[in-house]
């Protein structure tokens, strides 16, 4: 620019510049919708009144629910972890005594197509005859005889809970077996706590973004189930136009009615970027938690497409 005697004047730039329309926001572009490979689907702005909340939705409760069950069954094992090892230990405590018995008669039990013995057991405990009965875990043929003389361990607060001790009798080691199952038990409950309290945050911070709703209607292609839930194949256009096929994975039995291959999915969906969103399906009013992918070629031949 230049002054009326013709110097060059410096402009001076006031504002800022406007944003094209092509500009994303949030890290998604308008009227688009990212699968995790960076396929980007047409989406159209969520236009309905008021968009799925939160906050009262029966998928909060019910993934609050699934957080405190697993978590109460987790300390109902690990409180009959500790019951049943005090008491598998009660003969091994520190004020459990030790003192020698004699087998007295041997009791044979069938159970289950098995041979399974009991042994009675005779010994003497503050000047007084005790008897009592402990498992040999086998059958009586390989059980110790009677008139064997034994070594017992027992508890003092029962003197008929007692252990034979030096031969491998089940109550000899039954602690061990008690702790290794409530080990195994107490780590899948609490790896089905982590991860049920990790999708539960997650979820929350997704609705906690404030991101927009949008809606996308698509083709049902193919359906299959498994056990891990139900897998819809989806047709829908990309930003450049093209049928693009992606599935759509819920953890449950999906969308009721079951949708059938021809069937036009119309949904409002709510996701980060990353591979899982929130989906309200048209005509179901609940929330569900969904995850998206590309299928491959092989994929796509094994349903026939």
């Keep these: 620019m230049k002054d009326q005697q013709g110097n060059d004047v410096p402009v001076e730039h006031v504002g800022e510049a406007l944003p094209s329309s092509r500009e994303t926001v949030g890290g998604e572009e308008p009227g688009s919708f990212a699968l995790p490979d960076g396929l980007r689907l047409k989406a159209s702005p969520y236009l309905a009144q008021q968009a799925p909340a939160w906050l009262g939705s029966s998928l909060r409760r019910r993934m609050r629910l699934t957080v405190a069950v697993f978590a109460a069954a987790l300390t109902a094992v690990v409180i009959a972890a500790g019951f049943a090892l005090g008491a598998a230990l009660a003969p091994f405590s520190a004020g459990s005594v030790r003192t020698g018995g004699t087998v007295t008669s041997q009791q044979p039990t069938r159970y289950k197509g098995s041979d399974y013995c009991t042994l009675g057991i005779a010994y003497a405990l503050g000047g007084q005859q005790q008897h009592a ?9 390989a059980a110790l005889p009677c008139g064997t003389h034994v070594q017992l361990a027992l508890n003092p607060d029962n003197p008929g809970d007692i252990a034979v001790l030096g031969h491998g009798y089940p109550r000899e080691n039954e602690w061990k077996g008690i702790a290794i199952f409530a080990a195994i038990m107490a780590g899948i409950l609490g790896l089905f706590v982590l991860l049920s309290a990790l999708s539960y945050r997650n979820t929350r911070r997704l609705f906690a973004t404030g991101g927009a709703w949008r809606e996308l209607i698509a083709t049902v292609r193919g359906r299959t189930q498994s056990k891990s839930g139900t897998t819809l194949y989806l047709e829908a256009q990309d930003t450049t136009g093209n049928d693009r096929i992606f599935t ?3 953890t449950d039995g999906g969308p009721r009615p079951k949708p059938k291959p021809g069937d036009k999915l119309d949904f409002a969906l709510l996701a980060d970027g990353a591979a899982h969103a929130a989906v309200s399906v048209k005509g179901e009013n609940r929330l569900r938690l969904v995850s998206f992918s590309v299928p491959n070629d ?8």
Excluded at 133 to 141: H, L, N, P, R, Y
Aim: glycine letters at 16%; proline letters at 0%; hydrophobic letters at 45%.
């Design 248 to 250: 759509m994975d819920f």
């Design 298 to 305: 092989f994929q796509l031949r094994a349903i026939g497409l």
């Design 133 to 141: 009965t402990a498992e040999s875990g086998g059958a009586c043929k």
